[in-house]
C-alpha cells in the first residue's frame, strides 16, 4: 500500500508528461508494466485528489476568522498561545486519507489516520493514530491496550466528547474532551510518534496543519491534560 500511494503521488506530479511518466517509472525498476497501467493509475489518483486544495502552504493562522468555526479557531488560539509552530493548507472536505494526499504532497508529510474507536458497553473511549497505509485490526489493539470488542464510536459521541463529526477526528479535539476528564483515551502507533512532524485536521476536515511531533507530544497534549499510550500496530 505504501509503494502504491508514494507511486500515485510522483505520477500526480508528472501528469502533463504523459508517456514520459511510463518510462521514468519503468527505469525506475517498473520494467514489463505497460502503458496503459501507468494511465490507470493516474485516473485513479485524479478521483482521489478531486477535492480542491489551495496550493498556497500558509505559516499559522488565518488573517481572518471570516467563515471558519469558532471551533477551528480555538485550536489556533491555543496553539498560538503554547508556543507552537505550525503551517497550514486549506482545501476541500476531505473525508478520506486517500482525498488528503494532495494535501500531504503540499505539507511534505504523511496526514495519519484519526480513529475514534470504543468498547462494547460504549463507557471506554479511544482516539488512535496510525500510519495512513496500515490496516487497522481491532485484536492487534485490542490485546496491547486490554479492551476486547472494538468498534467505531457513533458520531453522536464524536460530537459530544469531541466536538468533532466523522472525517474530522484529530489529536486536536482533545482539547474539547469535557472539562478535561479524560474520557477519550490517546492511542499512537509507534510508526506515527517516530515521525519528525506531524500533520492532524484543526478539528474541522477542510484546513491540514504541520507541526513538529516533539511539540505535539511534550506541549500540547500536557496542556491538554492528556497522556498517550504508545502501540505497535
Request: glycine share 6%.
Amino acid at each position: 500500500a505504501r509503494n502504491r500511494i508514494r507511486t500515485g503521488a510522483a505520477l500526480r506530479r508528472k501528469r502533463t508528461l504523459g508517456e514520459e511518466i511510463a518510462f521514468y517509472k519503468v527505469n525506475g525498476g517498473w520494467r514489463f508494466r505497460p502503458l496503459c497501467f501507468y494511465l490507470k493509475i493516474l485516473k485513479e489518483d485524479f478521483i482521489m485528489s478531486s477535492i480542491y486544495i489551495d496550493p498556497q502552504v500558509y505559516t499559522g493562522r488565518p488573517v481572518s476568522p471570516e467563515g471558519r468555526l469558532e471551533k477551528e479557531m480555538a485550536v489556533y488560539d491555543l496553539l498560538d498561545e503554547l508556543r507552537i509552530p505550525y503551517t497550514r493548507v486549506d482545501h476541500g472536505v476531505a473525508m478520506t486519507i486517500e482525498e488528503c494526499q494532495g494535501v500531504d504532497q503540499l505539507l511534505g508529510i504523511e496526514i495519519c489516520k484519526n480513529l475514534v474507536l470504543c468498547n462494547a458497553q460504549k463507557t471506554k473511549f479511544y482516539l488512535l493514530l496510525m500510519p495512513g497505509d496500515k490496516q487497522f485490526k481491532t485484536k492487534d489493539l485490542s490485546k496491547q491496550i486490554g479492551s476486547s470488542r472494538l468498534s467505531f464510536a457513533p458520531a453522536e459521541y464524536m460530537e459530544k466528547l469531541l466536538n468533532v463529526t466523522p472525517g474530522s477526528a484529530t489529536i486536536m479535539a482533545l482539547m474539547n474532551d469535557p472539562d478535561n476528564h479524560n474520557q477519550v483515551q490517546l492511542i499512537i502507533d509507534e510508526d506515527v510518534a517516530a515521525h519528525e512532524e506531524f500533520g492532524c485536521h484543526p478539528c474541522i476536515n477542510t484546513s491540514s496543519l504541520r507541526m513538529k511531533t516533539e511539540d505535539m507530544l511534550e506541549k500540547f497534549l500536557p496542556a491538554v491534560h492528556h497522556e498517550a499510550i504508545f502501540v505497535k500496530l
